[in-house]
C-alpha cells in the first residue's frame, strides 16, 4: 500500500459519510492493513504480532500487555505548533479527553522533573511557612472532579475571518479531565494562613517560570486544587507532572503546572503574566485585566470545519461549557440563527465542564449554515459574533466565545464562516 493511499484513508475516516460509504472505507482500510502487518511496524504493529486475520474467531487474540494503547485503526492526534496543541474535538467521543489527547500550552517546553526531588513552597501572609514533597501532599484527603480547561486564547481566530478551518484548529485549545489533588484551602489550613492574605502568587518550576496572581474569593477556596492526578493516573509531563495548580471555570494560564511555589498577600503580585499579556484591549484602549472566568461557549463538532456530509440523517453534535457553572440549555439552527431548537444535553451535567449536545437532523443537500448557542445556569446566553464584538471591539486576542457558524455547501463540504 502506497503512502498516498494511506493518508486518503486517513482524512476519509475522519469525515463524516454515510454509514455505508465509512464501512467501505474502514473494510478497504482494514484489508491493507492486513498486507502490511507482518513485515512492518506501521501503526505500531510489530513484527513478531500474528498478522490480523480475515476472521478473529478463528485465532487466539494477543495476550495482556502491562500498559495498554488504543487500536492501531485509530488514527486521532492533536496537531502540533510550536509552543500548543490541540484536542482533536471532532473525533471525541463523551467529555472526557483522553490524557494523551489533551491539548497542550507550554511557554518554554514541558519540563522533565523528578518527582522525588520536587517541593512547593508555600510562604508569605502564613503563620507556618512549609516545604512540601510530593509524597507528603498525597497524604492530605484527596478530592477529585471533573473539569474542563481552556486556554483564553482558545478560538481566537473568530476575532479575525481565518478561513476553511477545523474545529480542532479552531477550538481545540479544550479538553476535560477528572482531575485529583488536594483542596487548596487544606493547604493553605496547614500553613496558617493569615486574615489579610487576599491574593496568592502561583509560580511554575519551568523554564518559562510563569507565575500568576490568585484572588482568594470565596469561589477559589471552595474549589481550588493543588492536583497530582489526571483520569485515574498521574498527570501528563505536558499538564504538569507532578503538581498544578486548578482553578475550574478559569482562563488557561492561571492553572500553573509544574507548581512549585505559593507565596501569600494582600494585593495582586502584577506579574507580566497579567500585564503584559493575557489583558483584554478594549475599544476604548484600556485593558481590561483578570477577566479569569471563561464565559460559556459551545461549537458543533460534527458536522464542522473541512467534513463532508450526503444527504440524509445526521446527528448534529457539539459541546457546551461555562467557566460559571453548569449549562442549562443548548440550541442549534439549521437555518442562519433564525429559528432555534432545543438541543438534548447528555447526562451527567456537571459544573465547569464540558457538556456533549446532540440533535437529529436530515440534511436535504441544499446549502445550511449551522449554528448553536448555550446558556449557562446564571441565565448567560453565548452571543454572537456582532453582538460581542459590538462591545469588546477587535483589539481583543483572548476571550472570543462568539457563536461559530458552519457553512454547508450544496457539495456537503463543511467550511467556516463569519455571521
Ligand atoms: N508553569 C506553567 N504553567 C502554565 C503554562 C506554562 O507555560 N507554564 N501555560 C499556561 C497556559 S497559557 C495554559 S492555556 C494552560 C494549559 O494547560 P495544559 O497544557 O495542561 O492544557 O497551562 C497554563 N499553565
Ligand atoms: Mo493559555
Known amino acids: 500500500m502506497s503512502e498516498e493511499t494511506l493518508a486518503d ?140 480547561l481552556e486556554c483564553s486564547g482558545n478560538s481566537r481566530d473568530g476575532w479575525d475571518e481565518a478561513q476553511d478551518l477545523t474545529v480542532q484548529q479552531l477550538h481545540g485549545l479544550t479538553s476535560t479531565s477528572e482531575w485529583t489533588g488536594i483542596k487548596l484551602s487544606t493547604l493553605l489550613e496547614a500553613a496558617e494562613i493569615q486574615r489579610e492574605a487576599t491574593w496568592m502568587l502561583a509560580e511554575g518550576g519551568d523554564a518559562a517560570a510563569l507565575a500568576r496572581s490568585v484572588p482568594l474569593t470565596d469561589e477559589v477556596l471552595n474549589e481550588a486544587m493543588v492536583c497530582y492526578g489526571q483520569n485515574g493516573e498521574a498527570l501528563r509531563p505536558e499538564q504538569g507532572y507532578p503538581l498544578r495548580l486548578l482553578l475550574p471555570g478559569f482562563e488557561g494560564n492561571i492553572n500553573v503546572k509544574w507548581l512549585r511555589r505559593l507565596k501569600l498577600g494582600s494585593t495582586p503580585f502584577m506579574t507580566r503574566w497579567e500585564t503584559a499579556t493575557y489583558t483584554d484591549l478594549m475599544p476604548d484602549g484600556k485593558a481590561y485585566q483578570f477577566s479569569l472566568a471563561m464565559e460559556a461557549k459551545s461549537v458543533i463538532t460534527r458536522p464542522s470545519g473541512q467534513q463532508q456530509l450526503r444527504p440524509g440523517f445526521h446527528e448534529i453534535q457539539g459541546l457546551a461549557w461555562s467557566g460559571r457553572g453548569r449549562i442549562a440549555i443548548v440550541e442549534v439552527s439549521v437555518d442562519a440563527g433564525r429559528t432555534w431548537q432545543a438541543a438534548r444535553v447528555q447526562e451527567p451535567v456537571l459544573p465547569k465542564c464540558h457538556t456533549r449536545f446532540r440533535l437529529p437532523w436530515r440534511w436535504d443537500g441544499q446549502e445550511a449554515i449551522i449554528q448553536s448557542r448555550c446558556t449557562d445556569d446564571t441565565g448567560y446566553l453565548q452571543p454572537s459574533r456582532d453582538a460581542l464584538i459590538k462591545v469588546r471591539g477587535t483589539h481583543s486576542s483572548y476571550h472570543y466565545n462568539g457563536i461559530q457558524s458552519w457553512k454547508i455547501g450544496r457539495d456537503g463540504v463543511v467550511t467556516n464562516v463569519y455571521k
Do not use: C, W, Y
Open 9 to 148: 484513508n486517513e482524512t476519509s475516516n475522519r469525515m463524516s459519510a454515510s454509514p455505508s460509504l465509512k464501512r467501505r472505507q474502514f473494510l478497504a482500510g482494514g484489508a491493507s492493513l492486513l498486507a502490511i502487518s507482518a513485515s512492518s511496524t506501521l501503526f505500531g504493529v510489530s513484527a513478531d504480532e500474528p498478522a490480523k486475520p480475515i476472521d478473529p474467531t478463528r485465532v487466539p487474540g494477543v495476550s495482556p500487555r502491562p500498559h495498554g494503547e488504543r487500536s492501531p485503526f485509530e488514527q486521532q492526534t492533536r496537531l502540533v505548533a510550536n509552543s500548543s496543541s490541540t484536542t482533536p474535538l471532532q473525533d471525541l467521543q463523551g467529555v472526557i479527553t483522553p490524557a494523551s489527547l489533551h491539548f497542550e500550552r507550554h511557554h518554554n517546553g514541558v519540563p522533565a522533573i523528578d518527582p522525588s526531588r520536587h517541593r512547593l513552597l508555600v510562604h508569605g501572609r502564613v503563620d507556618r511557612p512549609m516545604i512540601f514533597t510530593v509524597e507528603e501532599l498525597k497524604r492530605f484527603p484527596s478530592v477529585s472532579r471533573m473539569a474542563f
